[in-house]
């Protein structure tokens, strides 16, 4: 089917698009944080060099866990990952994956729930159900204008559980 091996050969180049933007930020912070440092002539005092080597940090960190992400994704194709489904709260997934998403969060406290008390469970893996939502709403903050808000909502239905995250980012291109 032509249509099919187009729209995979479509989601494959968005997905390369994503990844390598996703690399390149935090590349790019660790980057322009360890050429500022190694500079003699600019004068730096303790506070901004630990803001720097914080910096850094943060950098590597994300990469780690993007590099984890991709690992994961791969594992997932090459069906190397068991699912572990359990009944999970669609309220509890969201409150551990903000949790989750701590200092970012803190920082920001731009999103809003707006989920109704009785939903049903889901039988997902709560593991790799809140690894989604942390990478998404983790994007929708990035990539939000400062003081937008992130809007989560859940809902019934018919048989479905629908989940939307509604930002006020770029989108994908």
Known sequence: DVTAERERERLHTTFLKLVSHELRTPLGAIKGFTSALRQDDLPLDAATRRDF??????????????????????????????????????????????????????????????IPGRLPPLQVDPILTRQALRGILDNALRYSPNGSTVVVTAGQEGQRLVLRITDSGPGLT
């Open 53 to 114: 080597l914080d910096g850094i940090e943060a950098g590597a960190d994300r990469l780690a866990r993007i590099v984890g992400e991709i690992l994961d994704l791969s594992r997932i194709e090459a069906g190397a990952v068991q699912l572990h489904r359990e009944p999970c709260s669609p309220r509890e997934l969201l409150e551990s994956t903000l949790a989750d998403l701590g200092e970012q969060l803190a920082a920001s406290s731009r999103i809003k729930l707006a």
